[in-house]
């Protein structure tokens, strides 16, 4: 079985504060990508990396960075959170390669942060 | 105009029946189409992806019509555990691009 784990189910955390959200996957996936999850606007992509240290910005990349150090790891950064930025965060991972990056993909459980 | 839209429902349906969802889509350069199913408080997976030609798989049908831009998903014999959120998704071939609807409500009713 294919399993996405994320490093927190909830979090709340303070305006300005640095914040890490960490997912692993075990399946040698190659892609893995950030969402996150908003009643009325649905799964919106954040970042996604389709190899270890690549990145490419999603749809709303502004006020997040990713990193990718190893294939199995993949991590969001709230540089300084806003309240804004609460959210339902959802990682994924797929296989392929960038070459076949509309491959089904996996979710991990999810990590809903909430700034005050 | 949002890239994807789906009517949200709910649909409430009483067991036995059928019912068809229907996405549409706003680029005409998007390649690639699936329907995601989410449980409450759950994590999406992925139901069946659609293909040009139409594709079934058991109780589920899911069709693409490129000339109008929608995708359609029809459950027949519906069950009490197709009670969940069916999410469209879209993904055009630059493949940074995935668009997920904001999905549709469907409930079950015994």
């Known amino acids: 079985d294919v399993k996405v784990t994320q490093s927190s189910r909830y979090l709340v955390k303070r305006t300005g504060e640095k914040v890490f959200l960490e997912c692993v996957q075990d399946?040698?996936?190659?892609?893995m990508f950030w969402y996150r999850q908003d009643p009325g606007l649905g799964l919106r992509l954040i970042y996604f990396s389709y190899d270890v240290k690549m990145k490419e910005k999603g749809d709303i990349p502004e006020g997040y960075s990713v990193s990718r150090e190893k294939k199995e790891r993949f991590s969001l950064i709230l540089e300084s959170a806003s309240t804004n930025q609460t959210s339902m965060y959802l990682c994924?991972?797929?296989?392929?390669?960038?070459?076949?990056?509309?491959?089904?993909?996996?979710f991990g459980p999810g990590t809903r942060l909430t700034v005050l | 105009r949002k890239e994807v839209e789906q009517d949200p429902g709910p649909f409430n349906v009483p067991e036995g029946a059928t019912v068809a969802f229907n996405c549409t889509y706003s680029?005409?350069?998007?390649?690639?189409f699936f329907w995601y199913r989410q449980d409450c408080r759950k994590e999406p997976k992925l139901l069946m992806s659609?293909?040009?030609s139409g594709n079934e798989d058991g109780r589920f049908t899911a069709q693409l019509n490129r000339a109008s831009q929608y995708i359609s998903l029809l459950i027949r014999d519906s069950k009490l555990s197709d009670s969940a959120t069916y999410l469209c998704v879209v993904n055009l071939f630059t493949g940074n691009q995935f668009y997920f609807g904001t999905g549709t409500s469907l409930t079950v009713i015994p």
């Open positions: 994924a991972s797929s296989s392929g390669g960038r070459a076949e990056i509309s491959n089904e993909q996996f």
């Open positions: 399946m040698d996936h190659e892609n």
């Open positions: 659609v293909y040009s």
């Open positions: 680029n005409s350069a998007s390649q690639s």
